[in-house]
């Protein structure tokens, strides 16, 4: 515990782990999914109080483990819709949604043009072409 990793220490490990686990048995999948999310609730349950504000190293930068703990959710929440499985965005839990507007709303206005964003808003306009994430 306190110890800081990167999630993919190599360049190009996370598309490998993808492409070599893409040809598993849809079981075998399923099997380690189930495996590696009890492990990391094991993790999570054992950091004392403290280590919540521990950073870490996950996708394009450091975080802190809080933080972890939300992009875990986004990515579940997410790719169950993505896996087309009887799961669409409409079964997001409403705490999954509320979080995510007010993670992701504040970074609207950097992607757009401020006044054609506001008209859009106030029922003026159409909505207006956003700038790429």
């Not at 483990?65 to 169950?80: N, P, S, T, Y």
């Amino acid at each position: 515990m306190g110890e800081s990793r990167r999630q993919y220490p190599e360049a190009g490990m996370r598309e490998r782990d993808i492409e070599s686990d893409s040809t598993l048995d849809r079981d075998v999948l399923l099997e380690d999914l189930a495996r590696s999310c009890r492990d990391l609730e094991v993790a999570w349950n054992g950091l004392n109080d403290e280590l919540w504000d521990f950073r870490a190293f996950v996708g394009v930068g450091e975080r802190p483990m809080a933080d972890i703990l939300f992009r875990r959710l986004r990515e579940v929440e997410v790719h169950h819709v993505d896996l087309n499985a009887y799961y669409d965005a409409s079964d997001w839990p409403e705490a999954y949604v509320e979080e995510e507007l007010q993670r992701t709303l504040h970074k609207l206005p950097k992607r757009v043009n401020h006044a054609a964003l506001v008209e859009w808003l106030i029922g003026r306009r159409d909505a207006p072409a956003l700038e790429p994430w």
